[in-house]
């Protein structure tokens, strides 16, 4: 038997090196009893509905995605036995860069947020943000009507590793996007380091703005951080 779950191991192993081809993990599906009210709930805190689609009388499907996030959530009807409430998600993990901040907006938004706590030894759940605002260890829940539960989580800094750029089509699109975008704000302002432009837009974009929101943000960047005015004629 030892040496079965060895070898089963060792195989399970390079199997994983082995696998090259990218896969993105994109949905997670809630239970929910009520699907309008859980879609009026999450359109509520600002983020960004997807699709509402109902294909017949018992399938609808309902896709949110949580802004600047890479994977979405959906719910509706047909789409899973799981039963509301009783069978509620927990500890849905939301990465957040300032978890004051979220939870202000949250707040801001309608949605019930715990207080702050933060991990320390002989306490893991100890009142308020981490001291030296630590990766990774301050917390905040909240949970939806249906009783799903999201765990915010402060990060600041990933662990080596966890950093990966788009896979390479994708990255070229985005580039691609982005230079021709540059190429509008270029026409017009004086010499600059494309570079901080690119990197402005690209930056926006992957928090979830579109377009011409990311071109706007660019534009502010550039006047008020690298003090690049274009200048317009009166």
């Known amino acids: ?87 509620a998600l927990q500890n849905l993990y939301l990465a957040v860069d300032d978890i004051e901040a979220a939870r202000k907006d949250l707040r801001g938004h309608g949605a019930e947020v715990s207080e702050i706590w933060h991990r320390e030894p002989g306490n893991l759940h100890a009142t308020g943000a981490d001291p030296k605002r630590s990766s990774y260890n301050s917390f905040a829940t909240f949970a939806d009507p249906d009783g799903n539960t999201w765990l915010l989580q402060e990060l600041t800094a990933r662990l080596p590793g966890r950093v990966q750029l788009l896979d390479v089509p994708d990255l070229a699109e985005r580039l691609h996007e982005t230079s021709l975008r540059h190429g509008e704000f270029e026409a017009v302002a004086p010499p600059h380091n494309w570079w901080d432009w690119y990197a402005a837009y690209m930056d926006a974009r992957d928090r979830g703005a579109e377009p011409d929101e990311a071109s706007g943000l660019a534009y502010d960047y550039m006047a008020k951080v690298k003090g690049i005015v274009i200048k317009t004629d009166k």
Do not use: C, N
């Open 1 to 87: 038997m030892t040496t079965t779950t060895q070898d089963t191991g060792t195989r399970a192993t390079e199997d994983s090196v082995r696998i090259s081809i990218p896969m993105r993990f994109e949905v997670t599906t809630l239970p929910v009893a009520d699907v309008d009210r859980a879609k009026a709930f999450y359109v509520g805190l600002g983020w960004h509905l997807e699709a509402d689609i109902k294909f017949d009388q018992k399938t609808r499907v309902v896709q949110i995605t949580p802004t600047g996030s890479p994977a979405s959530i959906q719910f509706g009807t047909g789409g899973t036995t799981m039963t509301p409430g009783v069978g």
